[in-house]
């Protein structure tokens, strides 16, 4: 995100490979001149002038996006006169650049005549960035001056393709754009959509889960995770518009827009206007649903509610850390621009309560509690007043400062959920009765089922802390939330069954995007603890044969094996001597010592004293018994990223054909939409 004194998103190389949609929604190949693909792979890595504009003329949506029938979006239009660096031009950008936009096979027109709308005032402003790493150390940043119009809520209403181009420069300079619009499904095949996010969830992860929680008999499991008996199963591409590496924004985005944008960005395309909330918008699943059948819509996460991944359902900013404007706009929308009305969700379950009561975390400092209040929801802010609560009315559900307690502390660790000060109140008491990510989906489906009738819903339900486990290396947590995760599934799809829905719903359980975990063998903590040296204590990893079998799953002699309600798959013993022996592929310094860190959450790197405060070293308190081990990310990273594999997606229900093979991320939007058949052939 641009902006004066600041540098660029990290970008990418840019790739130029035909692509072909699968699922049925259409497909596109890309041709693209030899020049314009040096280009790209000179200029556009670690950082960028602006993501998708490879050239001095910007058309936002760029090239290559696809639209649902009648979705509305904005257009940014940007010419760029860099004042030096190495695409310096004079630092004059035409002010009279021409756009028109053309249907395969028509004539080009001007878009507020193509579009029906006035045409948009010329607005102008600069922004600097640094064109790579040695400019950056140099403190020598490129600075470019923009002239710029963008045009608001518009739509396309006939499937094909369409040439969208910007003439700059007095004519001698061309962007185009293809933009195609997806075959229109007409008939509407599933009532409801239950979609469960995994923040972060890989196929490894899964495996792990399932190892430490489900019981095998030489080398058979004598029971399935509830995904694992999903009928059909894909994968999703998750990279982004401008990197292949995602964040949560970029591809929240994506799967609830079929747009992919740039990292930090909330349903927009990232201009380089100074304004983070005049960036180009798309309209997201739930504000079709809702303009289109009046639908209801669900919410919950067990993160901060403002956090990436429940905001991108409504919020549109490029800079995903605006957490209060997101709670205002989870209730009222977009209000600085013409907008698809939004009145709010009929259910928000999640924590962040420091965006809600009023302080310097909510919004202009008001008290979000009241103003939901007095939009008729029902406030609830523990388990118990959750239960109670009338299935009847829209309800906020907020239950903790920050992100929810982990299900390991939750249910194993009790003691840590102690001296938090996290009510949700702000009065610095502990929020000791939370509910869990099932207690809250199940609590949506009552109130959503009550509410909508035949119009239907659509529920969004996030384990959102299998990531920031993972960000922390804390893997047993990280699993903990998974296998819970997996046993809102199980208690979602009775819940459905015994309604009379299921048949109505589809349910799909993806992810947003992973981490490099895997499993590598075991390790014995015994023996482990009982060395003096790090070289010694590496002893202690069992490869192929000598990892054994899983202890996890095992009755412990010493300490009552834990106990969990009829049907639900979680370890015996969190504490076995014989662990896995797990890792990421990008991560700090630390000490590992492969136990449960039965205290709380890890804390592997820190900052110590006197030195700066983005250089992080090995915490030794995180691991005393364990041994060092050296990171691979930069010194001023403190726990561990994203990587580039595809995620799997589990479908089940109405249109679940749609989900099987290989595909990107946007297409589950399609496949969603299609099968609700949130398409519109006009605007009326």
């Known amino acids: 995100m641009p902006a004066v004194g600041q540098s660029s998103p990290p970008g990418k190389l840019v790739e ?40 001095l003329g910007c058309i936002l949506p760029p090239d290559q996006v696809d639209f649902l029938a009648g979705q509305f979006f904005d257009i940014r239009l940007e010419v760029h006169a860099p004042v030096n660096g190495s695409e310096a031009n004079g630092g004059n950008p035409d002010p009279n650049f021409r756009f028109t936009v053309a249907k395969a096979g028509g004539a080009p027109q001007n878009a507020s005549t193509f579009f029906k709308v006035a045409e948009p005032a010329l607005e102008r402003w600069n922004f600097t960035w640094y064109e790579d790493l040695f400019a950056q150390k140099a403190f020598t940043p490129s600075l470019v001056n923009v002239t710029a119009k963008i045009y608001r809520r518009v739509a396309l209403y006939e499937p094909g393709h369409y040439t969208a181009t ?85 591809s929240a985005t994506a799967l609830y827009t079929g747009h992919k944008t740039t990292v930090n960005a909330l349903g927009v395309y990232a201009d380089s206007s100074k ?15 809702r303009r289109v059948f009046n639908g209801g819509v669900g919410i919950v996460s067990t993160a901060f509610i403002a956090d990436a991944t429940p905001a991108a359902l409504t919020a549109h900013t490029r800079d995903r850390g605006q957490y209060g404007a997101v709670v205002d706009q989870f209730l009222n929308g977009v209000t600085n621009y013409t907008w698809t009305n939004w009145t709010g969700p009929d259910v928000l379950f999640g924590g962040g309560a420091e965006q809600f009561y009023p302080g310097s975390g909510s919004y202009q400092q008001k008290d979000y509690y009241q103003a939901f209040a007095n939009s008729s929801y029902n406030v609830v802010l523990n388990n118990s007043a959750l239960q109670r609560t009338s299935n009847s009315s829209k309800t906020l559900g907020i239950f903790t400062v920050s992100n929810m307690a982990k299900w390991l502390d939750r249910n194993v660790y009790t ?60 893997y047993d947590r990280a699993l903990g939330e998974l296998l819970e995760l997996d046993d809102t599934v199980t208690a979602s799809i009775e819940k459905l069954r015994a309604l009379g829905q299921l048949n109505n719903t589809l349910v799909l359980v993806t992810a947003d995007h992973g ?79 492969y136990a ?89």
């Open 16 to 55: 130029f490979v035909g692509e072909s949609d699968n699922m049925g929604f259409g497909a596109r190949s890309v041709i693209l001149a030899a020049g314009a693909l040096l280009f790209s792979l000179t200029a556009a890595q670690t950082f960028q002038r602006l993501g998708g504009c490879p050239t």
């Open 166 to 250: 910007l003439t700059y420069n007095n004519g001698t300079k061309v962007t185009t754009a293809d933009w195609l619009v997806r075959d229109l499904a007409t008939v509407r095949k599933t009532k409801n959509v239950l979609l469960f996010i995994g923040d972060g969830m890989t196929t490894n992860m899964i495996t792990a889960a399932r190892l430490i929680a489900h019981r095998s008999v030489n080398g058979r499991y004598q029971t399935k995770m509830a995904m694992d008996k999903f009928p059909v199963l894909g994968h999703q591409m998750t990279h982004s518009l401008d990197s292949f590496i995602t964040d949560s924004a970029n």
């Open 275 to 289: 304004n983070s909330f005049d960036d180009p918008k798309i309209e997201s699943i739930v504000e079709i649903f």
């Open 415 to 474: 003691a840590n959920l102690r001296n938090q000060s996290n009510s949700p109140d702000g009065k610095k008491a502990d929020a000791l009765d939370q509910p869990g990510l099932k207690e809250m989906t199940l609590k949506a489906i009552d109130i959503l089922q009550n509410r909508s009738g035949d119009k239907g819903w659509f529920i969004m339900s996030e384990a959102a802390s299998i990531d920031k486990q993972m960000h922390t290396l804390d």
């Open 515 to 593: 981490h490099g975990f895997d499993v590598m063998g075991s390790v014995d903590t015994k023996f482990l603890n009982a060395q003096t040296g790090d070289r010694q204590k590496r002893g202690a990893i069992g490869t192929y044969q000598n990892s054994g079998l899983s202890q996890y799953t095992t009755q412990n002699t010493t300490n009552a094996s834990l106990i969990y309600t009829n049907g639900a798959h979680f370890p015996a013993q969190w504490d076995p001597r014989y662990s896995l022996f797990a890792g990421i592929g990008a991560d700090p310094d630390r000490r590992e010592n």
């Open 596 to 684: 449960v860190h039965k205290e709380g959450p890890r804390v592997p790197a820190a900052n110590l004293t006197g030195l700066p405060a983005n250089d992080f070293y090995v915490n030794y308190k995180d691991a005393v018994t364990g041994f060092v081990i050296n990171g691979t990310l930069p010194v001023n990273d403190d726990q561990g990223v994203h990587s580039l594999t595809d995620v799997p997606v589990f479908a089940m229900g109405p249109c679940q054909e749609s989900f099987g093979g290989v595909y990107n991320s946007i297409d589950i939007f399609f496949g969603m939409a299609n099968c609700l058949a949130l398409g519109r052939s006009s605007i009326n």
